[in-house]
């Protein structure tokens, strides 16, 4: 049985920190992509960040220099540090599984076989 349990939201003012978790379980975590995504109200989901298996990462434009997304595969958990937020990445916050490919680009959206059930973030 897959679960994806986060864990960490919340509201934070403008250029603060908040630090997600996405525990896993059900399946083998090292070898799956893992990623996150959000989606703000009246917009589409979109990638936020995503690890691959041997720990590569990838980063939507807009948190690239802010988010840092990590994994510990002994804890079968991933993380996502967002620092200097702002306003405009308040959204639900979802992590997401899937084996391949693993990107964040158009689409990817389509290839997560596996979603947690969200987080709202808010910064104001």
């Known amino acids: 049985h897959v679960q994806l349990v986060e864990s960490g939201g919340g509201s934070v003012q403008a250029g603060g920190s908040l630090r997600r978790s996405c525990a896993a379980t059900?399946?083998?975590?090292?070898?799956?992509?893992m990623a996150w995504f959000r989606q703000a109200p009246g917009k589409e989901r979109e990638g936020v960040a995503a690890i691959t298996s041997v720990g590569r990462t990838r980063y939507a434009d807009s948190v690239k220099g802010r988010f840092t997304i990590s994994k510990d595969n002994a804890k079968n958990t991933m993380y996502l540090q967002m620092d200097s937020l702002k306003p405009e990445d308040t959204a639900m916050y979802y992590c997401?599984?899937?084996?391949?490919?693993?990107?964040?680009?158009?689409?990817?959206?389509?290839?997560?076989?596996?979603w947690g059930q969200g987080t709202q973030v808010t910064v104001s």
């Open positions: 997401a599984a899937w084996s391949s490919p693993c990107d964040i680009g158009p689409g990817s959206t389509t290839w997560a076989g596996y």
């Open positions: 059900g399946f083998t975590f090292s070898s799956f992509c």
